[in-house]
């Protein structure tokens, strides 16, 4: 795997998004970091994070593979690497001044979007409930990237 998923990402807010640019435009930084990560057989772990235009209230950290990581043990034993995403994003959130977004996509998986619970406690005052299923990790929840693209404009802006 390449930076296909970040690239994807971007590609899919851009359509949701007219305003929201892919990280390959160079006339407009959105890349801020995306890696391979060494180590991997058939596919290589992913990591990138996304920045939108000046309005777009999040910053987004794009995880992709990290199949080793078992959501069932997660909720009775924790993650450390998942711990460690966490505050990756919420460091860069910080430093950018933007709300934090973390998805993840595990190999041939729908993608997982986790925002911390105060955003998410926030978001459902904007609109009616539309998250049928969601979870929850330490101050994170865990809902469904494709029902968080269907949120009005005022969520994102």
């Known amino acids: 795997m390449t930076n296909n998923e970040v690239n994807e990402i971007a590609k899919d ?3 949701r998004f007219d305003e929201f640019l892919s990280n390959n435009d160079l006339d407009n930084f959105t ?10 057989v058939n596919s290589s772990n992913l990591y990138g994070t996304l920045k939108g235009p000046e ?7 794009s995880k992709c593979g990290y ?15 998942l711990d460690d995403w966490f505050k990756q994003i919420s460091k860069n959130a910080t430093k950018y001044g933007k709300l ?10 729908s993608r997982i979007a986790f925002i911390r619970q ?20 330490r101050d994170w929840v865990g809902i469904s990237y494709d029902v968080l693209m269907t949120l009005e404009d005022k969520v994102f802006f």
């Open 118 to 137: 105060d955003d998410f406690v926030w978001l459902l005052t904007t609109q009616i409930n539309p998250f049928e299923y969601r979870f929850e990790y």
């Open 13 to 15: 807010l851009n359509k």
């Open 55 to 61: 309005k777009f209230k999040w910053i987004i950290e």
């Open 100 to 109: 934090p977004l973390l998805i993840w996509k595990k190999d041939y998986k």
């Open 31 to 40: 890349s801020v970091n995306c890696k391979n990560c060494a180590g991997c």
């Open 67 to 81: 199949n080793n990581i078992d959501l069932s043990t997660v909720l009775s034993d924790g993650n450390a690497e």
